[in-house]
């Protein structure tokens, strides 16, 4: 495909991937490629690097973290290890987690990296280095070590666990930034150096290659990496950190030191950390005796599995111009492709449209047109290579194996969509072509926003031009992508504007330290009372600790203001778990804070809002009291959640929550899943969950050690919480002590049993009502459910049991003829009642599906009636008028149907019918050509003799002969009158000329 391999293969990328097709043929590499290939696996150097760390330096095993990052954590997969502890790093996580117990830490991360500053995609397949998906083996000190602990066990298990040679390793440092205004890292070149190291193998370096950081702000500092010769027995300081294949970087260690703020200065973080990455892809190379990472276990089964599919030559590792045909780079594509989609698809994520979801839709249609055009593969073959990667990487990542028939299913669908997708915009492109011969920036953007037929990806298209023979430049893609971003910049500018204040690490320290405020207790937002379905929240009296305005941290406050207040206990909850934050008022006898939003910082509660009364002061005594109807329906939405979750596992098996929304007015539920979900699941789940309701099943809530809750069987917990230790276990039915004493009973399998620290009701009886009111698709595998509790769903119900009945006795009425003047009216009613109002879901696709099929019934109905009415309207006219011609005033509301009812009475004199306003005027002029003596005359000539007095427009009767059937429009009418004498004067004088022939 000469399109993509333009892409991959530029001047300075065939210069590069000569170096490596020259050093993989080399006899130097191949016999040391001989005597150390299969030595050892990658299995065995992933499990000796983790008990290195564990079982000789004491560090804890944490597994890896999801690649789909967190809620607000950015639109990039993970892409480094440190990400699931970044909250360590600034000094954020919660006094409660387990992750806050955190001192030394090993595991080996997944990590994918296809957009961002860390974007490894334009490299996949033109080398033998660089991959979507890699594993990081790290290690991390959080508070504990530092530089010299970090770089001596680096040091130990590269050259006497590995055995790998001292002299072929090169250290570097950081050597100083003038900008960042930091000194060199001499601390860290004398470790070096303490260690053993050779100078002439330690090496300076600037910002770019030796100061770590994860994007423009956040956790940062100088690094020491660690790089391999692959030829060894010479000096190759020269090559360190210049893109030689021969000398690559192995491991990074980073000293996690700096935070960088917004405008770019750097602050100290409370503790200094180390994290250290090491890539196991590159490690196993070096450990096989290979200069190419694919020439290693990870990827030679994926090879042969490849290969024995497609019947294509064997791999043979070639790059760059050696390529011929590109079958060795299609190889790497698409083996490095499908691990990537794999490990995304495990982790719960599904091709979409937006951020990552976009990016795992473009990974996988780039690997389907590799296997087909580079691999001649069949449909099937990516899909097929899941059980590969499962034996790969399945003991390091379970829930790659457990989900490896969903992940092939997904696959696979996504190829079947791929394909119809290919063949529909080859028509749109082929349609534009017709038009305009040429692709433009303007063209491009057209494809892609669908107005050709179909919305097309900007690869795809650039695929379908390189096919027809279209040459597109670059800057015709650089506008397309610039026009791209700036319409989604337009469209999402307002939501993402976030003008509420946070509390940043800095103000946490400042709290803290200089303050010596403790966090807030907010235990108070789990108090209240319930008596016949009714809660009570009582008003609590606390202290303001600090107020925060202006970003800064203020003792006084006064005036019509908007600021942020922390004290030192409250009944507010602070928007989490999908939840939304309480609203409410904190007062004194003389002021009066009105609270917008509440938000938790490290158990520091900051209430949001807006001063509309007096003064307030750090120190001072307050009241604060929630709205009371607000938290009431938000806890009766937070507990039909949980309900939903169990009846959807119930009804449709295994699916996975993907997000949800809990309001005072609704509550949304998203979920993962690939099956049609259609109105039999959705009344199947709505009547567990109402029944659950009716139930009045009590809800438990205790604090559970968080190891002995994961346990419990049937527990559902959400990817990637960090929850706190204790966690809150809520059980909608059966005892929590009974689940923690019996973790292995199906107790827990048969109930709501989730850990969630947000409110709920007491009873499930207290939530009143539920009803299930829309479901929709948000992306390939992704449905979310919006639904009713309490007096909102009553109503929905009551409104939908009206359309319900209603539909139905008008149905009835059709069937039997009855009650006809009104079907019209009625129908219109329910239509309307339909379109604004909200009603379960089930019952708005029954009365939805009979009122299209009443509305149809009606028209034929209604138009027969018209039509009959119509007749009877000329008849009467001709009846009335006895003259040669009738010239008669009628409603018209279709200048087309009066003239086929015309055809149909079919007089036997001329007739003129029309209808008349303030501003104009409309004909139709019928001629029977069975008049005796024969008329001489048309209707086109009656019609313009008329139009020429009243200067109107004559145009033919649609499907009628101009002979018989005419048309007059005008918007003048002040000659109506006189036009109306002239049409029967016309009709006199010419019968007259033709009784006389």
Request: some cysteine.
């Amino acid at each position: 495909m000469n399109y993509h391999r333009l892409k991959l293969f530029d001047r300075k990328t065939v210069a590069k991937t000569a170096q490596w097709a020259s050093m993989i043929r080399s006899p130097h590499m191949l016999g040391r490629r001989l005597a150390q290939e299969q030595s050892v696996s990658s299995k065995q150097i992933r499990q000796m690097f983790l008990d290195f760390f564990i079982k000789e330096h004491h560090h804890q095993y944490v597994p890896s973290s999801s690649v789909i990052p967190k809620k607000n954590e950015g639109s990039y997969f993970i892409n480094a290890g440190m990400n699931q502890f970044k909250p360590l790093f600034l000094g954020t996580v919660s006094p409660d987690s387990l992750m806050s117990k955190y001192t030394r830490v090993t595991n080996s991360q997944k990590c994918i990296r296809v957009g961002g500053k860390h974007n490894d995609l334009k490299d996949v397949g033109r080398d033998v280095c660089h991959h979507t998906f890699f594993e990081m083996l790290g290690s991390w000190s959080f508070g504990d070590y530092f530089k010299s602990e970090a770089c001596t066990m680096a040091w130990d298990l590269l050259t006497r666990v590995y055995k790998i040679s001292p002299g072929r390793l090169y250290v570097s440092y950081f050597g100083g930034s003038h900008e960042l205004g930091l000194q060199p890292d001499l601390e860290c070149r004398d470790l070096w150096r303490e260690i053993g190291i050779p100078s002439s193998q330690i090496l300076p370096f600037g910002t770019s290659d030796n100061f770590w950081d994860m994007g423009d702000i956040g956790p940062c500092g100088p690094c020491t990496e660690i790089h391999y010769d692959h030829i060894g027995g010479r000096d190759a300081s020269s090559l360190v950190n210049t893109g030689s294949p021969e000398v690559v970087e192995i491991w990074n260690l980073v000293f996690m030191q700096y935070d960088r703020q917004l405008d770019g200065s750097l602050i100290s973080l409370p503790r200094q950390h180390v994290d250290t990455g090491m890539g196991l892809e590159r490690l196993t190379a070096v450990m096989q005796g290979t200069t190419s990472n694919y020439d290693t276990d990870l990827f030679k089964p994926l090879f042969s599995a490849i290969q024995k599919t497609c019947k294509a030559s064997p791999y043979q590792g070639r790059v760059g111009r050696s390529d011929v045909g590109g079958l060795d780079t299609a190889y790497r594509i698409v083996a490095d492709h499908v691990r990537m989609m794999t490990v995304a698809i495990a982790d719960g994520l599904m091709p979409g449209k937006k951020d990552i979801e976009h990016q795992l839709r473009h990974i996988m249609q780039r690997s389907f047109q590799y296997a087909k055009d580079g691999l001649h593969a069949p449909t099937g073959l990516v899909g097929s290579l899941v059980p590969v990667v499962a034996e790969s990487l399945g003991d390091a990542f379970p829930e790659i194996s457990k989900n490896s028939r969903k992940i092939k299913d997904v696959i696979d669908s996504t190829e079947d969509r791929y394909l119809q997708l290919i063949e529909a915009g080859r028509k749109a492109v082929d349609k534009l072509l017709k038009k305009v011969g040429t692709l433009t920036d303007q063209h491009i953007w057209d494809l892609h926003i669908g107005s050709y037929g179909v919305s097309l990806p900007m690869d795809l298209i650039g695929y379908l031009a390189e096919e027809r023979g279209v040459a597109l430049t670059w800057q015709d893609f650089a506008d397309f992508d610039k026009r791209q971003r700036d319409v989604q910049m337009m469209s999402t500018a307002g939501p993402m504007i976030d003008r509420s204040p946070k509390l940043s690490a800095h103000l946490i320290g400042q709290l803290q330290e200089d303050r010596n405020i403790p966090p807030t207790d907010d235990s108070f937002k789990y108090q209240y009372s319930c008596s016949n379905h009714q809660y009570g929240f009582s008003p609590l009296k606390a202290r303001i600790a600090a107020i925060l305005c202006n970003e800064s941290l203020v003792d006084f406050v006064s005036g019509v203001n908007e600021c942020g207040l922390l004290l030192d206990k409250t009944s507010f909850y602070s928007e989490g778990g999908g939840q939304v934050s309480d609203l409410g008022v904190i007062s004194t006898s003389a002021s009066k804070f009105v609270v917008k939003d509440v938000q938790s910082y490290q158990n520091y509660v900051l209430h949001w809002g807006r001063l509309e009364e007096g003064q307030l002061k750090t120190g001072e005594e307050v009241i604060a009291e929630i709205n009371q109807v607000h938290r009431t329906q938000c806890m009766q939405n937070h507990t039909a959640t949980h309900i939903l979750n169990f009846a959807l596992r119930q009804v449709l098996g295994h699916i996975r929550q993907a997000g949800s929304f809990v309001g005072p007015d609704r509550l949304t539920f998203s979920f993962t899943c690939m099956e049609t979900v259609g109105d039999k699941e959705i009344e199947a789940i709505e009547r567990i969950a109402r029944d659950i309701v009716q139930l009045n099943l009590p809800v438990f809530v205790d604090p559970v050690p968080l190891l002995e809750a994961q346990k419990v069987n049937g527990l559902v917990t959400l990817v990637d919480v960090d929850y706190p230790n204790p966690a809150r276990m809520v059980s909608v039915g059966v005892p929590i002590n009974s689940l923690v004493a019996d973790p292995n009973s199906e107790q827990g399998v048969q109930h709501s049993v989730e850990l969630c620290g947000g409110t709920h009701v007491h009873q499930t009886g207290d939530i009143g009502h539920l009803a299930i009111v829309s479901l929709s698709g948000v992306e390939q595998g992704t449905k979310k459910m919006t639904v009713l509790t309490g007096e909102h769903a009553l109503q929905a119900i009551k409104l939908g049991d009206k359309l319900h009945a209603d539909i139905n006795h008008l149905v009835e009425d059709i069937r039997n003829g009855t009650d006809a003047d009104s079907w019209r009216r009625r129908e219109t009613e329910i239509d309307a009642v339909l379109g604004s109002s909200v009603i379960p879901k089930v019952q708005r696709d029954f009365v939805e599906k009979y009122l299209n099929s009443v509305t149809d019934k009606i028209g034929v109905v209604v138009n027969k009636g018209r039509r009959e009415s119509l007749q009877e309207n000329i008849l009467h006219a001709l009846s009335e008028d006895h003259g040669r011609c009738v010239v008669a005033k009628i409603s018209i509301t279709s200048l087309k149907e009066v003239a086929r009812a015309l055809s149909q009475v079919h007089p036997s004199r001329p007739v003129m019918l029309y209808s008349a306003g303030k501003l104009s005027m409309q004909s139709v002029f019928f001629v029977p050509q069975n008049m005796e003596p024969k008329p001489s005359f048309t209707a086109k000539e009656w019609a313009e003799a008329v139009s020429s007095c009243i200067q109107g427009k004559c145009v033919p009767a649609r499907n009628h002969s101009e002979n018989t059937h005419y048309v007059l429009t005008t918007k003048k009418t002040e000659n109506l009158s006189q036009g109306l004498n002239v049409a029967r004067t016309f009709i006199d004088k010419k019968c007259q000329v033709d009784t006389c022939r």
